[in-house]
């Protein structure tokens, strides 16, 4: 059974510019969260999609966002990169929603904004 | 605010049991408290959780205090692979479920 998928590995953007990320879950997962990775602020909730939904939201700025399609791939999209926005991004698919299980992350993307 | 404290370190012998605790004091009554840990260059991977009662995996066991304002994750006897960040999250319950992570405790385990 594949993992999930986590694409670009590593990517390196400067201030001012945007980034889009892509997670392909576990096939038949149906929740996709996402999570900042910071040495400062640890692990981080970004946000959930459910079926195509947003089902809840970290306390991130409007910045972030994110959208899943009808195959459960989700993406996520940040704009007007700031350097402290450096982080690994990591998905995590679940069967349920993200509160109720089990979650099986990738291997996340590493941005370097400078 | 919801908060989890976990102690930043901690040291283990080989084959002798670990207990990682996790403070989550602002939990409510249907919150999980859920372990997670991550090894070097890769994402977290699922430990066990539980809701009020103890809980038992091929992994580890979850104590969870009475009052459910802390846990504590028992590895039963540690190997060198368990060397990790161990991670405990407070996750809500109900339809806006955030999960609230601790800033994970890092296990060294000396063979």
């Known amino acids: 059974k594949a993992g999930v998928t986590q694409t670009p590995r590593y990517l390196i953007k400067t201030r001012g510019q945007q980034v889009t990320l892509s997670c392909s879950p576990i096939?038949?997962?149906?929740?996709v969260s996402w999570y900042q990775q910071t040495p400062g602020q640890g692990l981080q909730f970004l946000f959930e999609?459910?079926?195509?939904?947003?089902?809840n939201k970290g306390n991130f700025p409007g910045r972030f966002s994110g959208r899943q399609f009808s195959n459960s791939r989700s993406e996520m999209n940040v704009s007007t990169l700031e350097l402290g926005d450096s982080a690994l991004y990591l998905c995590a698919s679940s069967l349920y929603a993200a509160n109720t299980g089990e979650l099986f992350f990738g291997e996340g993307s590493r941005l370097t904004v400078l | 605010d919801a908060k989890t404290t976990q102690p930043n370190s901690m040291e283990s012998n080989e084959e002798e049991p670990v207990h990682l605790p996790c403070n989550h004091s602002t939990i409510s009554g249907t919150d999980y408290i859920h372990w997670y840990r991550q090894l070097p260059s890769q994402g977290p991977e699922y430990v066990i959780h539980g809701l009020t009662s103890n809980v038992n995996n091929r992994m580890a066991s979850l104590a969870i205090a009475e009052d459910r304002k802390s846990s504590t994750l028992i590895l039963h006897r540690a190997t060198l692979r368990d060397a990790a960040v161990y991670y405990c999250?407070?996750?809500?319950?109900?339809?806006?479920?955030?999960?609230?992570f601790g800033k994970g405790t890092k296990l060294s385990v000396k063979p």
């Open positions: 999250i407070h996750i809500a319950g109900g339809s806006q479920g955030n999960l609230i």
């Open positions: 096939s038949g997962h149906r929740s």
């Open positions: 999609y459910f079926s195509e939904t947003q089902r």
